[in-house]
């Protein structure tokens, strides 16, 4: 459809232009002259070039949290997407019993994040969380303040209590929207119920969970209050993610340049990531 | 009011949705525009509204030139396919919607509204909920909607396409003595050449994003202008074949030959093309006499219309009485010559009739 | 393939809490023969598409009993009666292409790979969707869709019927035309049952060589295109079918014979006695027609629908329609009618009277 050429239509957009800038654009900016030089307070820059890009991607200490983002945000991602389907397809499609099963879905998303971290804090707890007082009473060896181990898979655990939600309120959109002809179609075709979610439910879902999977991986890859409020990044440094390292040497060390290269090395990997997929899911669609 | 579009056009990138269009239509007209899906008639009807800008040319209101004004000024109400109401608006207050935004007095409204409802049969239903509505009635309510706004152009987009049979009969019956009386100029979009018929006015054929021929229904249908236009304005569809003309003499084949129209005769002898329509081929009776091989035969009580490739052409007759045949059966076929419409090599009317 | 039969099969939906069900469907016992072509007419919400869902067993009648070749199949579950199904709208497997979407049932039923190829090409071929086999389903238009889903009912030898749910319904009514002529040759070729629901009356005619028209939950008459419309055995039936549909006119009878407006009309098919209740005549406007004597009326419009004219005319407060050849003339000053005998039904409290002298 051709849409009508009324150039005062611009103006309508300014105001979103000018939020843009201050919200993003100018902080992008900054961040990117910090990246570039050195200082030392009092306003007075330095000219480094690439050095701060060059520390930063030698770096073991980045190294290890790149590792570890990875592997936590493949982790929640492998859980979280086929939980959050297959409760979805569990839910009642009709009936009394829809309204109540959204609502306790939808729960978890409403609380704020610290207080997400917090409450697991003290439910996993070994002397008197209910958690970790259950799982030492069960002959279970947890500690996660000071196993690392113990620390990883309450992190995890935590982010899929937090976040599967999303996804099962995204597939459930989406599986809601199949036509019943399609279900019935498949019964008279003999179809099995692995045919009918392979064929029928998953296709129709597959852009829900395009989108569920890209905001899944954003989120996730940016992790920071959860874990902080969580674990503090231990024991040691075995869940400092990306985000939790960064405010660490931007915060914790001021060094603002070495912070500011590897902000927008962060920002780099996350694009790239969603494009390369976006691209790879919609060039599927085509065809 | 009177519309005018003169050469407009419609591309979108490198697709032409309606080649350069004139054609203008008076005040009061009830007019039609048939066509196939993705023939145009949308697009035209979005032209005419002010939804879209042509790409070339102008639209003119009363002779003035509305082109650049927006569709908000305009006099304009639209009617979809889909039934388009207010779910949380009861009858009544659907109805009543344009008048509101338009301010006038609520004695004034609710005196039209109740007009309306009864115009279109709703006055039992004012009270409820568009989803407590059979579509009929939903599709009445989007109706006197848009009638009760006075507009002087309303654009109807296959408004009956998803309602049952009788009642699509019966809303046909209906449209054209309601819009008589608010002299408001009417133009409806169909893909069904029987719906024209029955609707009367104006029609203008498309295909193609072309406006093929335009003017009176029953002149349009009887006199197509070009093998296309008879295409357009024919279900089941017109039957063509090519022939061969010699002196005063058509040849379907070397067996099969009538003689042709004086005018007709006058003309140079070779090819020209055929076009007769299905009701006027026949199992029975006289006049030229074809042999065919039968396809199928349909029955609906008191007509058949029976598929038979005559000559190589694939072609319909549809008759009065029950008429069985066996697939691949032998049969004869016969029209009274006087009907046949003749195209030049351009595929162009020759005008025959006197 | 089997011959379907329904024993007294009524349907409700659950009612809401305290109220009482109102049945769907109203009583139905009817016989669907092996390799018939059937279409239920009706309008919308008469219950023809419940009925439907009976017969594919996605419903279970809430009494009654449904027998195939006299097993009763009322409890089995859809895939268990070996029925096929097209809906309104297509359904196509997207991810599929129109191969793999014709071979699915049979591959889900663990037919070998080779034999499912032999017979997908087989009907693929019938269906002229030969050329398109290996493309993806979702790219096809409406009516290739459409096909597909009648495919995957074709290819499954062992099926008992094939259903039809108003299937042209997003069909473009150019390629209706088509795609109804090449139902019927699939149906003459083929021979298995099939059963078309529709709410229109020239889908229904030309598909069936039995014609069940419903309303109001109900079955109202059952028989050939040519039975309902030469003798319509309800005024439903007459005003349902044919376009436009019968004129139904109060009259009174007497000897049998009915009396329109002072008029003494004759019929082929007289009552045997004078009823009372509520009585009308019903005469299709193809039988109806101008001439010297008659019934005088008032021309209030002409239609010219091209092969036919349809002119109303009134007399004393009834409107009559009637049908005129393309080229007949209307008479211009004082016209009357005259109604064909032979095509003139009595009706009494909209039943057809039944008469013993015809």
Redesign the interface.
């Known amino acids: ?2 849409k ?2 009324n150039q005062k239509a611009w103006w309508l957009v300014v105001p979103v232009l000018l939020l843009v800038a201050f919200n993003a654009f100018i902080p992008l900016m900054t961040v990117v002259n910090y990246s570039v030089q050195e200082t030392f307070g009092n306003n007075a820059f330095f000219w480094e070039g690439v050095t701060w890009f060059e520390k930063v991607l030698r770096s073991e200490r980045f190294h290890d949290s790149l590792l570890r983002q990875l592997l936590f945000t493949g982790m929640i991602i492998s859980i979280e997407v086929p939980l959050g389907i297959a409760v979805a397809l569990s839910m009642p499609r009709k009936g009394p019993w829809v309204s109540v099963c959204l609502v306790l879905m939808a729960l978890p998303l409403l609380i704020p994040w610290n207080v997400v971290g917090a409450m697991w804090n003290i439910f996993a707890l070994p002397d008197i969380g209910l958690l970790g007082y259950t799982l030492n009473s069960m002959g279970f060896d947890y500690n996660f303040t000071q196993q690392p181990v113990s620390a990883w898979m309450t992190t995890v655990v935590m982010d899929v209590w937090h976040w599967t939600s999303l996804v099962v309120l995204l597939c459930y959109a989406g599986l809601c929207s199949i036509p019943d002809a399609y279900y019935q179609a498949a019964h008279i075709d003999g179809a099995s119920r692995w045919a009918v979610f392979r064929y029928i439910q998953l296709p129709k879902m597959k852009r829900v969970l395009t989108i569920a999977i890209l905001l899944r991986f954003m989120d996730s890859f940016m992790i920071y209050t959860e874990p902080f409020v969580l674990t503090g990044g231990g024991p040691g440094n075995t869940t400092t993610f990306l985000s939790i390292d960064l405010v660490k040497i931007a915060l914790g060390q001021f060094d603002l340049g070495p912070a500011a290269a590897m902000s927008l090395i962060y920002f780099l990997i996350v694009l790239l990531v969603c494009w390369v997929f976006y691209t790879v899911m919609m060039r599927n669609e085509e065809q | 009011m009177a519309i005018e579009l003169r050469d407009v056009s ?1 591309r ?1 990138g490198a697709e032409t949705h309606i080649y350069e269009t004139n054609i203008s239509l008076e005040p009061g007209q009830f007019n039609i525009l048939l066509g ?2 993705l023939s145009g008639k949308t697009s035209l009807m979005r032209l005419m509204a002010g939804l ?2 042509p790409t070339s040319g102008g639209l003119f209101v009363n002779g003035e030139n509305v082109t650049d004004i927006a569709v908000q000024k305009r006099s304009v109400a639209m009617v979809y396919q889909a039934f388009i109401n207010y779910p949380s608006f009861n009858v009544y207050d659907n109805i009543a919607s344009p008048l509101k935004v338009a301010g006038l007095p609520r004695k004034e409204i609710d005196e039209k509204v109740r007009r309306f409802a009864e115009l279109l049969k709703l006055t039992p239903m004012l009270e409820r909920l568009p989803n407590e509505l ?2 009929g009635q939903q599709q009445r309510t989007a109706l006197a909607r848009a009638l009760v706004k006075g507009a002087e152009l309303v654009l109807l987009d296959e408004p009956l396409a998803n309602l ?4 699509r ?1 019966e809303l046909r019956d209906e449209l054209p003595k309601m819009f008589a009386d608010t002299g408001a100029t009417v133009v409806y979009a169909t ?4 719906e024209a ?2 609707l ?1 006015g104006y029609t203008a054929t498309l295909q193609e994003g072309r406006v093929v021929q335009f003017g009176k ?2 002149t349009i ?2 006199h197509p202008e070009s093998l296309a236009s008879a295409q357009v304005f024919s ?3 017109v039957n063509i074949a090519s022939i061969e003309k010699r002196g005063n003499t058509a040849f379907l084949s070397d067996s099969v030959s009538w003689n042709v129209p004086a005018k007709l005769a006058e003309m140079p002898d070779g090819a020209y093309k055929i076009g007769l ?1 299905p ?1 006027h081929l026949s199992p029975d009776g006289d006049g030229v006499e074809v042999g065919g091989e039968v ?2 035969a ?5 007509e058949s ?1 029976i ?1 038979v490739i005559i000559e190589g052409n694939d072609w319909v007759s ?1 008759a009065h009485g ?1 008429h069985g045949y066996e ?1 691949g059966q032998s049969a004869s076929f016969f029209f009274d010559s006087s009907r046949c419409l003749y195209f030049d090599a351009n595929e162009m009317l020759i005008e025959t009739q006197v | 393939m089997s011959r379907i039969e329904f024993k007294d099969v009524r349907h409700a939906y659950p009612p809401p809490a305290g109220q009482a069900p109102v049945y769907a469907l109203k009583e139905i016992s009817q016989v669907w023969e092996d390799g018939g072509a059937y279409a239920l007419l009706g ?3 008469c219950g023809k598409t419940t009925l439907l869902n009976i017969i594919s067993g996605l419903l279970t009648p809430s009494e009654g009993s449904i027998l195939f070749d006299g097993r009763d199949v009322t409890r089995q579950p859809t895939a268990a009666r070996h029925i096929a199904q097209v809906f309104q709208f297509p359904v196509v497997y997207d991810t599929m292409t129109v191969f793999d979407n014709l071979a699915f049932p049979l591959r889900n039923r663990g037919m070998p790979e080779a034999r499912a190829t032999e017979r997908v090409t087989e009907i693929a071929e019938m269906l002229d969707l030969s050329d398109r086999l290996h493309q993806r389903a979702a790219g096809l238009t409406a009516d290739g869709k459409q096909k597909i889903s009648l495919g995957r009912g074709l290819v499954r030898e062992e099926v008992n019927a094939i259903l039809f749910d108003e299937p042209l319904t997003v069909i ?3 390629l209706k ?1 088509q795609l ?2 090449k139902l ?2 699939l149906h ?1 070729q083929i021979g298995v049952t099939m059963i078309y629901v529709t ?4 889908e229904a ?3 069936a060589d039995q014609v069940v028209v419903m309303y109001d939950g109900g079955v109202v008459q059952v028989g050939t ?2 039975e ?3 003798r319509p055995k309800h005024t439903f039936v007459g ?7 019968m004129n139904v006119l109060p009259c009174k009878l007497e000897n049998g014979q009915p009396v329109f407006a002072n008029n003494l009309l004759s019929s082929g098919y007289p009552a045997d006695a004078d009823l009372s209740g509520k009585l009308e005549i019903g005469i ?1 406007p ?1 039988f109806v027609g101008f001439g010297d004597d008659g019934i005088p009326v008032e021309i209030q419009k002409v ?5 036919y004219q349809v002119v109303t005319v009134k007399h004393e407060a009834e409107q009559i329609k009637m049908l005129v050849g393309e080229d007949e003339a209307i008479p211009s000053e004082s016209p009357m009618i005259q109604f064909d005998p032979e095509n003139l039904h009595i009706y009494h409290d909209d039943w057809v009277v039944e008469t013993r002298n015809a």
């Open positions: 459809m051709r009508t050429t | 419609l979108v196939t899906t879209e800008k059979s579509g049952d049979y009788k009642l009969e893909s069904e050449p029987l018929l029955m009367g229904t029953s249908y009887r279900d089941p569809p329509r009701h396809q199928i349909e029955i609906s009580g008191s219309i598929r549809e029950i697939f | 309008p919308s919400g473009d009514p150019h035309w109804r002529s019927k040759e003459q709410h229109d009356q020239v005619l030309t598909f295109p040519v309902l419309f030469n005003y349902f079918i044919g376009s436009p549909g299709r193809e239609e010219d629908l091209g092969r």
